[in-house]
């Protein structure tokens, strides 16, 4: 047996004139924890889904599960889980429908069945809540009874299209245990998201932008090979006009915005610091601190997309 759970290579998607995925080879092996990384309309969702036989790719070829995804598209369903952006819940029927809805979509019957819904139930925390209408859940909860519908089959690889869009920071927290709980009972997990900070917990990672990735591999390796230089986080009076100053600032060699702080790549660190308190001092504006620090995935990112130049 193959030790990929996705290998695709040249994988396209077109609607129109419109190229949503352009030529993405991908591979990933089986009980990894893997992020699809990028921002919104990048082509993640495109890509899922035709990973998924949802959707038929306009170009390229390759199996997931070992199953063709062209020709083999509906054995591939039944060997995979997926949870949509939407959670893929109907709202109106209650906690316990959703589950033998989706127990009897995956064929999962008799004594297995009964055991599996108990699991989901455990799982998400909602004994005691079986009948309660889907659409009165908090956000948190119709996020993990939608995992537990996505795997009663046990599938041996699981789809998550931007699991945790829209929830609070601790469901954010509480799902990613269960992923990496997943993964250490050999589960595959293939996961969408635009939070770069979540990528932290995978093992392996892919850019994708503008429908093309434009990097791959650990997380740890990203931010090696993207950011050698000196990378300087700068909190000031008033970010904006900082920020357009130190675009033209030539030791500053790129300035980026990053929540209330400005992140500055520089090679000479040194050089770099005197510019920035002399440049932003003359324009009136005060620096509060200049402080070197690790770099995050997100910074890598950034980084990824200028030298790509895409």
Known sequence: MTELAVDVRGLTRRFGEFVAVDHIDLRVRRGMIFGFLGPNGAGKSTTIRMLCGILK??????????????????????HIGYMSQKFSLYEDLTVLENLQFFAGIYSVQGEQRTSRIDWALQMAGLRGREQSRTSELAGGWRQRLALGCAVLHEPPILFLD???????????????????????????????????DEAEHCDEVAL????????????????????REALLEVECSAL??????????????????FGKQLHVVAADEAAATAAIRGRL?????????????????????????EASNV
Request: aromatic share 8%.
């Open 57 to 78: 790719p306009s170009g390229g070829e390759g199996t997931v599960a070992g199953f063709d995804i062209r020709r083999q598209t509906e054995l591939l369903k039944t």
């Open 162 to 196: 931007e699991p945790t869009s829209g929830v609070d920071p601790a469901s954010r927290r509480n799902f990613w245990e269960m992923i990496a709980d997943f993964a250490r009972r050999g589960m595959t997990v293939f996961v969408t998201t635009h939070y770069m």
């Open 240 to 257: 904006m006009p900082a920020y357009a100053e130190l675009k033209r600032e030539p030791p500053v060699g790129r300035v980026a915005l």
């Open 208 to 227: 994708i932008y503008n429908g093309r990735v434009v990097a791959a591999g650990s997380p740890s390796a990203l931010k090696t090979r993207y950011m």
């Open 281 to 305: 001092g003359a324009q009136g504006i005060t620096v509060h601190r200049i402080e070197r620090i690790e770099p995050s995935l997100e910074d890598a990112f950034v980084a990824v997309i």
